[in-house]
């Protein structure tokens, strides 16, 4: 079942610089995961949660190989994988929530040498219309 979680805080806001000039972003297992689960316990400010319809595993591969599963061959294995997880990326993206943080933390990031308050507050009203 695809589910978004998006929060206003944002939890890559100390590595995200660093990869926006260059730097290699830091690759993601199942200990930084775990490791991660703390930070559910603090103060994110707003949080949506969008859960999308359950996909049925057993429904997706009957309709994208049509034989049985002895005759399929690890490419077919491969592409359908890539093609299933294409599909759930798009579910999740469709249903992402774009935060009143991050449009002012993109804004902040197109202005590096500063903006005023008032240039501020005209660009997220551009935004926002």
Same mark, same amino acid.
């Given at each position: 079942m695809?589910?978004?979680? #998006?929060?206003? +805080?944002v939890y890559?806001s100390? &590595?995200?610089?660093?990869? %926006?000039?260059? /730097?290699?972003?830091? !690759?993601?297992?199942?200990?930084?995961?775990?490791?991660?689960?703390k930070?559910?316990?603090? #103060?994110?400010? +707003?949080?949506?949660?969008?859960? &999308?319809?359950p996909?049925? %595993?057993?429904? /997706?591969l009957?309709? !994208?190989?049509?034989?049985?599963?002895?005759?399929?061959?690890n490419?077919?294995?491969?592409?359908?994988?890539?093609?299933?997880?294409t599909?759930?990326c798009?579910?999740?993206?469709?249903?992402q929530?774009?935060?009143?943080?991050?449009?002012?933390?993109?804004?902040?990031?197109?202005h590096?040498?500063?903006?005023s308050?008032?240039?501020?507050?005209?660009e997220?009203s551009?935004i926002?219309k």
């Amino acid at each position: 079942m695809p589910i978004t979680l #998006n929060y206003d +805080r944002v939890y890559e806001s100390n &590595s995200f610089p660093f990869e %926006l000039l260059g /730097e290699s972003q830091t !690759r993601e297992n199942a200990f930084r995961t775990l490791k991660s689960a703390k930070y559910l316990n603090r #103060n994110n400010g +707003r949080v949506c949660i969008n859960i &999308s319809t359950p996909l049925s %595993l057993r429904q /997706e591969l009957a309709s !994208r190989i049509p034989k049985p599963l002895k005759d399929v061959t690890n490419q077919e294995v491969t592409d359908v994988s890539q093609s299933l997880a294409t599909d759930i990326c798009c579910i999740l993206s469709a249903n992402q929530v774009v935060m009143s943080t991050q449009i002012v933390a993109a804004i902040l990031l197109m202005h590096r040498k500063g903006i005023s308050e008032d240039e501020l507050l005209k660009e997220t009203s551009v935004i926002h219309k």
